[in-house]
């Protein structure tokens, strides 16, 4: 089974083909009522089956272009929710700063555990300099998750528990 692009997943990895991404998220919509850890799991399927999709369109220029256009728009946001913070200037560790904290910190999230996984192997694109500039923002934005002190678990820009 050939690999998607340096060693990120293959089609194989989820038993599933690349279009059963709708289907999975269908089974683990049914799943939510009765077995929630079954859901989560078949959740889990469905990402890796989306992001297998993702990345074997990445070939195509229009498709990687597409991507490098949701994945900046998500940088810029993340970037602006940050700037509004800093000139509301809230009390650190207050309702209002833990409120963007988290809402920058859900934003990176979603491009550092998620997005990132995408190689631009055709190298048509600037996702390599985004995922860069985005694991940089991520940084900035775990100080202000502690300082707001959020009881989540935190997560590196990798998706690594911090454990300080």
């Known amino acids: 089974?050939?690999?998607?692009?340096?060693?990120?997943?293959?089609?194989?990895?989820?038993?599933?083909?690349?279009?059963?991404?709708?289907?999975?998220?269908?089974?683990?919509?049914?799943?939510?009522?009765?077995?929630?850890?079954?859901?989560?799991?078949?959740?889990?399927?469905?990402?890796?089956?989306?992001?297998?999709?993702?990345?074997?369109?990445?070939?195509?220029?229009?498709?990687?272009?597409?991507?490098?256009?949701i994945y900046g728009a998500l940088v810029a946001y993340s970037q602006q929710v940050m700037l509004r913070m800093k000139a509301e200037d809230p009390e650190i560790g207050g309702v209002d700063h833990a409120f963007r904290a988290g809402q920058a910190y859900g934003v990176s999230c979603v491009l550092n555990h998620l997005i990132d996984q995408l190689t631009d192997a055709a190298a048509v694109t600037s996702l390599k300099a985004l995922d860069d500039f985005s694991d940089t923002l991520h940084d900035e934005i775990i100080v202000q998750a502690r300082g707001a002190g959020l009881t989540v678990e935190l997560l590196d820009a990798k998706g690594e528990i911090l454990f300080e």
Do not use: F, N
């Open 1 to 69: 089974m050939p690999v998607a692009s340096a060693g990120l997943m293959w089609r194989a990895l989820c038993g599933t083909t690349m279009s059963d991404w709708k289907a999975l998220i269908d089974q683990a919509m049914m799943q939510e009522g009765s077995d929630v850890i079954g859901a989560h799991h078949t959740y889990g399927k469905a990402v890796k089956s989306a992001l297998a999709s993702a990345q074997s369109l990445l070939s195509d220029l229009e498709a990687a272009q597409i991507m490098e256009l």
